[in-house]
């Protein structure tokens, strides 16, 4: 680490570090052309973000020993303007799909959606009559491994298969490998025909078994796992942040801490 400092549980390792830092943009070092000298080193810029995600606490209660919490938010919203977090997570994902002896780029991947509840800031949040609750909706893609290759936050007032059709127009770079989706009951019906029409895909409904108790659904409970991943971080115990856009990069944040583990 750049200082002494007691590391956090949420703190990257070195190893880690060294497979993050060539995908996290540098400061410009020299004044002449616009830049200004790094005061923090983006290493704990990274962590004091972590922290926040993994921690659950506001951006102003980040421990001194961090980056102050208005610098973290400052890179952290820049780099989710700017797609940075999304970009990461595809890269690092393709990382962890090669190690473990995958193509780069699924041909499987698996949707579904989890309501959070929201807090009085959020825009875009809606009821979930289904749920009986108020706030969001996080609609993930993720391969067969688990790993989230698009997510996207709406209201919670969207039904599963309109909200379906938004997270695939914003996964069209990722569906050219794809041949197949599985979904549950939700997604069934004329959502069907659309994916096969428009993407040339199979979007396959994984039914319920009739027998009574837990039943561990084919496919279906890697996405399941996949949400329990993403809501262990505080910070996505609940819709906090203002903008989707932000709540979608706190997804990606999350796997990518994650996944650098596994690399």
Not at 150 to 162: K, N, P, T, Y
Not at 167 to 179: E, I
Not at 223 to 229: D, F, K, P, S, V
């Amino acid at each position: 680490m750049g200082s002494q400092r007691k590391p956090y549980p949420s703190d990257l390792t070195d190893a880690q570090w060294i497979i993050l830092a060539p995908y996290i943009p540098t400061a410009k070092s020299n004044r002449s052309i616009g830049g200004c000298p790094e005061i923090y080193p983006k290493r704990e810029i990274v962590n004091a973000i972590l922290y926040v995600v993994s921690s659950g606490c506001r951006w102003c209660d980040v421990p001194h020993d961090l980056p102050p919490g208005p610098t973290a938010w400052y890179y952290f919203n820049a780099w989710s303007k700017s797609g940075r977090w999304k970009k990461i997570n595809r890269i690092i994902r393709r990382m962890v799909r090669k190690k473990r002896g995958r193509n780069e780029d699924p041909s499987v991947l698996i949707i579904d959606s989890q309501t959070a509840k929201g807090v009085d800031i959020t825009e875009h949040s809606g009821y979930d009559a289904g749920k009986k609750t108020k706030g969001r909706k996080r609609h993930l893609l993720t391969d067969t491994q688990g790993l989230v290759a698009e997510a996207l936050v709406h209201s919670a007032g969207i039904q599963d298969r309109d909200g379906a059709k938004l997270l695939l127009r914003s996964a069209k770079n990722v569906l050219a490998t794809v041949g197949k989706i599985y979904a549950d009951g939700g997604y069934a019906g004329k959502l069907i025909e659309w994916v096969k029409k428009k993407y040339n895909i199979v979007l396959e409904i994984v039914k319920r078994s009739d027998l009574k108790g837990f039943v561990v659904l084919p496919k279906r409970w890697i996405i399941e796992r996949t949400n329990a991943w993403v809501s262990k971080a505080r910070r996505l115990a609940k819709e906090y942040e203002r903008k989707t856009r932000n709540q979608e990069s706190m997804i990606y944040v999350r796997m990518i801490q994650l996944m650098v583990r596994w690399c």
